[in-house]
């Protein structure tokens, strides 16, 4: 039995069809106009609802797009775990290493979590973190990775960092205005205010000279930190340095000199001249930092002031030669109806309700923070403690946050040769960034890991696989047949000679923490070095950082993908094209009757 066509003398949608025959005759024309509307109306709520439906399903897969690469990125690559590889020892990761599968399924895994990449995450950056690991050079990144396996009794080499997990890496072009080896303050005004400088400057263009306070006036350049503040967004300095230290102070600070912490380290013709100190500077430029976290509570204080926790210890005393009390100052900017809180200890830093902190100040050491292997576990937070502290009450903020993190100490063991400080410094930031991943989402979070600089750090001679990070190469030199470390250093105060004759060092104890390595050429304080950096990158627009690129392009990536600083064209047209046109047409499905609908 063939189909059943209606009769083309009758229309298909003809009134007669929603009649009983007998009664047509009997309704009247305008009772029968209302049921085709009917019809009509219920048909136009059915395609609302499908057209609504797919916008919800294609935004909804975007959503999910940066959570596939989450999971793709805390997946292990293949082989054993590191439990597992702990529990058999590093013959087992061997044997598996002798087997062409095991490289190749591995470049396979790769392979694809490369391909998905292809699938960009482009929202809109509500959070910001950025970690910087100052003098943390690309051969420092290999040895903490190295160290950080060694750590859990692996090999070393086939260690992942948790910045190696990071999809995006470039290269950032480090040199200053002036320098071709940069120096901190030069540089970080080009990573956070988008601007290259002069050496020894913070916060101002290449305009400003180093020490000429009235070069200083009509150059000031802004931060991305100031950006952030200005969107409505929480923001944050946390470093393992003092607050007014190179790389924060870059963030709120206008100097010509990097070094003018307080008053007391300012010439008299800068003072003069209306400059004023960087510890200064933090606390009445941008009044309303919400975190802050570090050391230099000597340079807060008035000149001989008893510092609360090294009472006889006279360089620890205050420096102020103004009178200032600086914490008090910070404690009278903030609102009355606002909980603020200053510590000075790691008790006192956990001990708080930080749902109920709005402003916190916590300075643990007169200088420089401990290295982490010295650390007084009961006085000092770690970097870890403080960056999770910090994100706690920065994210309470429903328009985001902007986080510095950094790890100022990596810098500080390399200028004293102490490669095991610098390193153990280095594992530590390491673990930080693998906390804060933990705390945010790659849905919304663009964490951003470089370095300012590097270091003439080096370390080789032919190691064999496993060998200690900190151990002697496998062979002794062959011109004074003496014994050697894999780690050195181009310069710096590792260089000794005894007897005429460079140091045996298989003579010293070259495991130990305070250890400094051999240098070729003798300097009290080694240098920095001038190759390229890493740059890492995960969330929104982390594609953006790719290549090769100057220094100065980071805060322009970050400030474009968070829709904060000078460049928003493209922020109006993202929601446009977004969420906000996904409202109004399940705002109208809800208005049409349920009835009419099924």
Same mark, same amino acid.
């Given at each position: 039995?063939?189909?059943?066509?209606?009769?083309?003398?009758?229309?298909?949608?003809?009134?007669?069809?929603?009649?009983?025959?007998?009664?047509?005759?009997?309704? +009247?024309?305008?009772?029968?106009?209302?049921?085709?509307?009917?019809?009509?109306?219920?048909?136009?709520?059915?395609?609302?609802?499908?057209?609504?439906?797919?916008?919800? *399903?294609?935004?909804?897969?975007?959503?999910?797009?940066?959570?596939?690469?989450?999971?793709?990125?805390?997946?292990?690559?293949?082989?054993?775990?590191?439990?597992?590889?702990?529990?058999?020892?590093?013959?087992?990761?061997?044997?598996?290493?002798?087997?062409?599968?095991?490289?190749?399924?591995?470049?396979?895994?790769?392979?694809?979590?490369?391909?998905?990449?292809?699938?960009?995450?482009?929202?809109?950056?509500?959070?910001?973190?950025?970690?910087?690991?100052?003098?943390?050079?690309?051969?420092?990144?290999?040895?903490?990775?190295?160290?950080?396996?060694?750590?859990?009794?692996?090999?070393?080499?086939?260690?992942?960092?948790?910045?190696?997990?990071?999809?995006?890496?470039?290269?950032?072009?480090?040199?200053?205005?002036?320098?071709?080896?940069?120096?901190?303050?030069?540089?970080?005004?080009?990573?956070?205010?988008?601007?290259?400088?002069?050496?020894?400057?913070?916060?101002? =263009?290449?305009?400003?000279?180093?020490?000429?306070?009235?070069?200083?006036?009509?150059?000031?350049?802004?931060? @991305?930190?100031?950006?952030?503040?200005?969107?409505?967004?929480?923001?944050?300095?946390?470093?393992?340095?003092?607050?007014?230290?190179?790389?924060?102070?870059?963030?709120?600070?206008?100097?010509?000199?990097?070094?003018?912490?307080?008053?007391?380290?300012?010439?008299?013709?800068?003072?003069?001249?209306? *400059?004023?100190?960087?510890?200064?500077?933090?606390?009445?430029?941008?009044?309303?930092?919400?975190?802050?976290?570090?050391?230099?509570?000597?340079?807060?204080?008035?000149?001989?002031?008893?510092?609360?926790?090294?009472?006889?210890?006279?360089? =620890?005393?205050?420096?102020?030669?103004?009178?200032?009390?600086? @914490?008090?100052?910070?404690?009278?900017?903030?609102?009355?109806?606002?909980?603020?809180?200053?510590?000075?200890?790691?008790?006192?830093?956990?001990?708080?309700?930080?749902?109920?902190?709005?402003?916190?100040?916590?300075?643990?050491?007169?200088?420089?923070?401990?290295?982490?292997?010295?650390?007084?576990?009961?006085?000092?937070?770690?970097?870890?403690?403080?960056?999770?502290?910090?994100?706690?009450?920065?994210?309470?903020?429903?328009?985001?946050?902007?986080?510095?993190?950094?790890?100022?100490?990596?810098?500080?063991?390399?200028?004293?040769?102490?490669?095991?400080?610098?390193?153990?410094?280095?594992?530590?930031?390491?673990?930080?960034?693998?906390?804060?991943?933990?705390?945010?989402?790659?849905?919304?979070?663009?964490?951003?890991?470089?370095?300012?600089?590097?270091?003439?750090?080096?370390?080789?001679?032919?190691?064999?696989?496993?060998?200690?990070?900190?151990?002697?190469?496998?062979?002794?030199?062959?011109?004074?047949?003496? +014994?050697?470390?894999? @780690?050195?250093?181009?310069?710096?105060?590792?260089?000794?000679?005894?007897?005429?004759?460079?140091?045996?060092?298989?003579?010293?104890?070259?495991?130990?923490?305070?250890?400094?390595?051999?240098?070729?050429?003798?300097?009290?304080?080694?240098?920095?070095?001038?190759?390229?950096?890493?740059?890492?990158?995960?969330?929104?627009?982390?594609?953006?950082?790719?290549?090769?690129?100057?220094?100065?392009?980071?805060?322009?990536?970050?400030?474009?993908?968070?829709?904060?600083?000078?460049?928003?064209?493209?922020?109006?047209?993202?929601?446009?094209?977004?969420?906000?046109?996904?409202? +109004?047409?399940?705002?109208?499905?809800?208005?049409?009757?349920?009835?009419?609908?099924?």
């Amino acid at each position: 039995m063939g189909p059943l066509i209606p009769s083309r003398a009758a229309p298909i949608l003809s009134p007669q069809m929603f009649v009983p025959p007998a009664r047509v005759a009997d309704v +009247p024309i305008a009772l029968l106009s209302p049921t085709l509307d009917t019809v009509l109306t219920t048909v136009l709520s059915l395609l609302l609802f499908l057209l609504a439906l797919g916008l919800l *399903c294609f935004f909804t897969c975007r959503l999910a797009q940066p959570l596939r690469q989450r999971r793709q990125e805390r997946a292990p690559v293949s082989g054993p775990s590191p439990v597992q590889c702990r529990a058999l020892g590093p013959n087992f990761r061997a044997e598996k290493e002798k087997d062409p599968n095991y490289w190749r399924k591995q470049a396979q895994a790769t392979l694809k979590n490369a391909l998905e990449l292809q699938k960009l995450n482009t929202n809109v950056a509500k959070k910001i973190i950025m970690f910087l690991g100052d003098g943390m050079g690309v051969s420092t990144v290999t040895a903490a990775r190295i160290l950080k396996g060694q750590l859990h009794n692996n090999p070393g080499e086939e260690t992942t960092l948790e910045m190696d997990k990071f999809p995006f890496v470039a290269l950032s072009k480090t040199y200053n205005t002036n320098a071709q080896v940069p120096d901190s303050a030069g540089t970080a005004t080009a990573y956070l205010c988008g601007v290259k400088a002069n050496e020894g400057t913070v916060g101002v =263009s290449a305009a400003t000279e180093r020490t000429r306070c009235n070069t200083t006036q009509g150059n000031e350049v802004t931060s @991305i930190l100031r950006w952030a503040k200005d969107a409505g967004k929480s923001v944050g300095i946390v470093t393992t340095t003092r607050v007014n230290h190179a790389t924060p102070s870059a963030s709120y600070a206008h100097s010509a000199d990097r070094d003018w912490y307080s008053d007391n380290e300012m010439p008299p013709e800068a003072l003069s001249q209306g *400059c004023k100190d960087i510890a200064f500077q933090l606390m009445h430029n941008i009044r309303n930092i919400d975190v802050i976290m570090g050391g230099g509570r000597k340079y807060m204080y008035p000149k001989n002031r008893t510092d609360v926790e090294y009472e006889m210890d006279e360089k =620890s005393k205050g420096t102020r030669l103004d009178g200032l009390n600086l @914490i008090d100052i910070w404690k009278s900017f903030k609102p009355r109806h606002k909980h603020s809180h200053f510590v000075w200890n790691r008790t006192e830093l956990l001990a708080l309700n930080l749902h109920t902190v709005d402003y916190l100040l916590g300075l643990f050491e007169p200088g420089d923070m401990q290295y982490e292997l010295n650390r007084n576990n009961e006085t000092d937070p770690s970097l870890s403690e403080m960056v999770e502290v910090a994100i706690k009450i920065l994210q309470k903020n429903p328009k985001g946050f902007f986080l510095l993190v950094e790890g100022g100490r990596i810098d500080h063991g390399h200028h004293e040769g102490k490669a095991k400080q610098a390193l153990h410094e280095a594992v530590e930031m390491d673990q930080a960034i693998g906390l804060a991943g933990a705390m945010t989402s790659l849905n919304d979070t663009l964490t951003v890991v470089t370095a300012d600089h590097s270091h003439v750090f080096t370390f080789g001679g032919y190691t064999p696989r496993g060998n200690s990070i900190f151990g002697l190469a496998p062979m002794v030199s062959d011109t004074d047949k003496k +014994p050697f470390t894999a @780690i050195l250093y181009g310069n710096g105060p590792g260089y000794k000679v005894v007897g005429g004759e460079r140091e045996n060092v298989s003579m010293v104890d070259y495991a130990h923490n305070n250890y400094q390595a051999q240098s070729a050429v003798p300097l009290r304080h080694e240098t920095h070095g001038g190759e390229d950096v890493a740059v890492f990158a995960k969330g929104p627009m982390a594609h953006l950082l790719h290549g090769v690129h100057e220094q100065n392009y980071i805060p322009h990536v970050m400030a474009y993908a968070a829709c904060i600083g000078a460049n928003l064209d493209h922020c109006t047209q993202a929601g446009s094209a977004g969420g906000p046109l996904l409202a +109004p047409l399940l705002l109208l499905l809800a208005l049409v009757p349920l009835h009419l609908l099924f």
